[in-house]
C-alpha cells in the first residue's frame, strides 16, 4: 500500500504565496506521474499541474506562469510553488500518484492523498 501525505496549505491574501508539498510512501518503485488536483466546492476535480518521472510538466491554463511543479524521484515527493495567488484558487488541493508500481513486473496502481486546503482571501 501507498500513502500520500500532503502538507502546506493555509490561509493568504490575494497575490500571496504557498507551497504545497506530497510525499509518497510504501512499498514504491517507481511513480509514472505526480501532481495535484483541486476541489472547489460544487464544483468537480481539476488539474492543477502534473509532472513525470523524466521532468515533462502540463499546467491548467488558469495556472500558468504562476504556479510551478517539480518532484524529487528519490524521495517520492513533488511540490507546488504558487505565487500570485487569487480568490479563485481557493479549493481543497489533491496530491495524486500515477502508475505506481511496486516493482519491476507489478501492474501500476493510481493513489490520492487526504487533500489540503488553500483558502485566498480579497
Known amino acids: 500500500q501507498v500513502q500520500l501525505v500532503e502538507s502546506g496549505g493555509g490561509a493568504v491574501r490575494t497575490g500571496g504565496s504557498l507551497r504545497l508539498s506530497c510525499t509518497a510512501s510504501g512499498r514504491i518503485f517507481s511513480i509514472n506521474v505526480m501532481g495535484w488536483y483541486r476541489q472547489a466546492p460544487g464544483k468537480q476535480r481539476e488539474l492543477v499541474a502534473v509532472?513525470?518521472?523524466?521532468?515533462?510538466?502540463n499546467y491548467a491554463d488558469s495556472v500558468k506562469g504562476r504556479f510551478t511543479i517539480n518532484r524529487d524521484n528519490a524521495k517520492n515527493t513533488v511540490h507546488l510553488q504558487m505565487n500570485s495567488l487569487k480568490p479563485e484558487d481557493s479549493a481543497t488541493y489533491y496530491c495524486?500518484?500515477?502508475?505506481?508500481?511496486?516493482?519491476?513486473?507489478?501492474?501500476?496502481?493510481?493513489?490520492w492523498g487526504q487533500g489540503t486546503q488553500v483558502a485566498v482571501s480579497s
Open positions: 495524486n500518484a500515477d502508475g505506481v508500481r511496486s516493482n519491476f513486473w507489478s501492474t501500476t496502481n493510481d493513489y
Open positions: 509532472i513525470t518521472r523524466d521532468g515533462s510538466t
